[in-house]
């Protein structure tokens, strides 16, 4: 079930963001009076899902879930009709368009791309508004390090200061900014001290490929809070907001160590010491093979998050500030898939990866979050300088105004098909890393 909400959602997102970039193609066309011969919702090789035609303009959606596109007369695209190219230019053509009308056709789906991000920032903040973990929030405690974050250097209870110099406020946002900064140093407090660790060389390329949401994770004390069926702590005679402070003698004060400690003795009986109020008790309770004794806790009641509400006119320059810092993190990382160090494009994905950031359950925040993500995306994308993508054609677009001499129709009809390869390969290489991943 949980495959299909996800499969679902990228489906929806996928539309929405094609729909608007391709609307924002079709609105600039009927600005300068092109005539759009069809709008469709992906792609329709031999046959349409449905199709119906208004005025000069047949919309539909096909079976293949690629993408979508706009056929504009009198442009050499992806349908590569070269038949229509042979006859005399006709005034509502878009090769009749001044080259200034033509560029403003050709950004008009990135454009809307980028004015829908912020649309949706505004609408999220306006609505839900923020939510994140304040790192000063998990430094009363300090920090929990997988392997990974363990040999990048950290270790369990450390404090993390900052990262590459810098102050990272949302604890969730750290691995991003070493990432994306390609940081070289981490600052931070253990045992009193202030460190600074060096990041070994390999680490952050390992950190782009590593799938564990809990590379850093809050530590936190603990209090039980409930019970799961059949609970053999329960059984033993643990009550709620009872604290486990050791197993077999091995002290627990956080969480982290009573989840090691339970592991290290799967299938045993264990002697918990418990505080309960003032008093300090003993129970013998049977660990399970898979490492569990059936409690449950809510780590959210040791901190506090940090909540800030918009109103709409509030939400309104925050969204803008949101798109900005969405493109500039995206560029980013577009750059690190030609670091040496990072390696970045050993973990380019197509559409099972694109689908995996969704959620397992319909969370609507989330949903329209990582909509707003694909869709800067979609915009940066399409802006590369790369035949077939509107990016080719700005770019033969900009050198015509610069020289005054347009390219010939045979000319761009060699640069799409280059384009148009190009394109395929680079779906080919990320769809089938992905299938290479699962087989993994």
Same mark, same amino acid.
């Given at each position: ?13 996928? $539309?929405? @963001?094609? #729909? ?6 079709? =609105? ?5 009076? /092109? &005539? ?11 046959? $349409? ?7 000069? /303009? ?11 596109? #706009? ?13 229509? !190219? ?8 878009? &090769? $009749? ?8 056709? !050709? ?12 649309? =949706? ?5 306006? !609505? ?9 929030? #998990? ?6 390090? *997988? ?12 404090? =993390? ?18 990432? @994306? ?9 253990? *045992?009193?001290?202030? @460190? ?46 009872? &604290? ?24 045993? !009986?264990?002697?918990?010491? #418990?505080? &309960?109020? *003032? ?43 949101? /798109?900005? *810092? ?115």
């Amino acid at each position: 079930m949980d495959i299909f909400i996800k499969i679902a959602q990228l489906l929806l997102s996928l $539309s929405i @963001l094609v #729909v608007f970039h391709e609307f924002g193609h079709f =609105i600039a066309a009927k600005i300068f009076k /092109t &005539r759009v011969e069809k709008f469709y919702l992906f792609f329709n090789p031999w046959f $349409s899902l449905f199709k119906f035609k208004y005025k000069d /303009t047949e919309y539909g959606m096909g079976w293949l879930p690629l993408g979508g596109y #706009v056929k504009i007369s009198g442009m050499i695209d992806e349908s590569m009709d070269k038949e229509a !190219m042979k006859q005399e230019p006709q005034p509502w053509e878009f &090769r $009749s368009k001044p080259a200034w009308q033509r560029l403003i056709i !050709m950004v008009g789906g990135v454009t809307v791309n980028v004015l829908l991000a912020i649309a =949706i920032y505004i609408g999220i903040l306006a !609505m839900w508004g923020e939510q994140y973990l304040p790192t000063s929030e #998990v430094n009363k405690y300090g920090i929990v390090a *997988d392997t990974l974050a363990q040999e990048m250097g950290l270790q369990n209870g450390d404090r =993390i200061l900052l990262v590459n110099g810098q102050f990272v406020n949302d604890f969730n946002k750290i691995p991003m900014v070493l990432i @994306l900064e390609e940081a070289k140093t981490m600052q931070v407090e253990r *045992d009193g001290k202030t @460190l600074d660790l060096a990041i070994p060389e390999g680490i952050l390329g390992k950190l782009v490929k590593h799938r564990d949401p809990d590379f850093l994770s809050p530590r936190f004390p603990f209090e039980v809070e409930g019970f799961l069926n059949k609970s053999a702590a329960k059984e033993a005679g643990v009550e709620l907001l009872d &604290r486990i402070i050791s197993i077999n003698g091995k002290p627990t004060n956080y969480f982290d160590e009573f989840v090691l400690a339970v592991k290290s003795h799967k299938g045993e !009986m264990v002697e918990a010491a #418990v505080v &309960r109020a *003032d008093d300090t008790l003993l129970f013998n309770i049977q660990v399970s093979e898979e490492g569990m004794v059936g409690i449950s806790i809510n780590p959210t009641k040791y901190f506090k998050f940090e909540e800030k509400k918009y109103n709409l006119i509030q939400a309104i320059p925050a969204g803008f500030v949101k /798109t900005y *810092d969405g493109i500039g993190n995206y560029l980013k990382q577009l750059k690190l898939l030609f670091s040496p160090e990072v390696k970045a494009y050993e973990s380019v994905g197509g559409f099972i990866t694109i689908g995996s950031i969704f959620p397992a359950t319909w969370d609507w925040p989330a949903f329209w979050r990582l909509t707003a993500f694909l869709s800067i995306m979609l915009a940066i994308l399409n802006l590369l300088p790369i035949p077939a993508l509107d990016g080719g054609h700005v770019m033969f677009l900009a050198y015509e105004i610069v020289s005054g001499r347009k390219p010939s129709d045979k000319f761009m009809e060699y640069a799409q098909i280059t384009g148009m390869v190009i394109l395929f390969a680079l779906l080919i290489f990320a769809n089938g890393s992905d299938v290479i991943r699962l087989f993994k």
